[in-house]
């Protein structure tokens, strides 16, 4: 099985999601490591934990995103995240009971998963919001750590602000 790396390939060129796809992509690759290597369980099982957290703060942080966005393909994006949770939580179950062959078998679910959903969905996402940041021009947005309402995008002077209430304006 060919490591995974990320590269640009992968890139949705939106800064903080490429930084978090890279943490993912590489706990991957260092899981992948330890499992065709002659790690203990102890150290795989920490490597897991590193790598689940990773995937579920992405997950999380993207969907705040959508959300706040008002992203028409969050449904659909949300479910692709759901169903990878779900398989995930299947194998780190096996894992934990110190079955090797289901950490390579994650391994190389997550290779494909990661691919194809950075280079599809995840790639339409990033240009939805870097297409309402060109829209509403100079603001920032805020993903805050908590629930989706957490988010918001803010002008210059720190001021909330709604773009579909001033689109819908114009």
């Given amino acids: 099985m060919t490591p995974l790396k990320w590269s640009t390939s992968h890139a949705v060129w939106v800064t903080e999601i490429d930084d978090e796809h890279k943490e993912i992509f590489e706990a991957v690759g260092e899981l992948q490591s330890l499992l065709t290597g002659s790690a203990r369980l102890p150290q795989i099982r920490k490597m897991l934990g590193r790598l689940t957290t990773a995937a579920a703060d992405h997950f999380a942080h993207e ?4 959300h706040a966005s008002r992203y ?9 995240h759901d169903a990878a949770r779900r398989k995930a939580e299947e194998f780190a179950a096996a894992i934990e009971a110190g079955d090797k062959e289901a950490g390579l078998a994650m391994v190389e679910y997550l290779t494909g998963w990661l ?3 950075t280079r599809v969905a995840d790639r339409m996402m990033g240009a939805h919001l870097r297409n309402q940041a ?7 947005f805020r993903a805050g750590t908590k629930p989706a309402n957490a988010c918001s995008w803010v002008d210059s002077t720190g001021n909330r602000f709604d773009p579909l209430a001033t ?4």
């Fill in 167 to 170: 689109a819908t304006r114009l």
């Fill in 72 to 80: 028409p393909g969050l449904r659909w994006h949300k479910r692709q």
């Fill in 63 to 66: 969907e705040r995103l959508m």
């Fill in 115 to 117: 691919r194809d959903h």
């Fill in 134 to 140: 060109r829209c509403v021009g100079k603001l920032t």
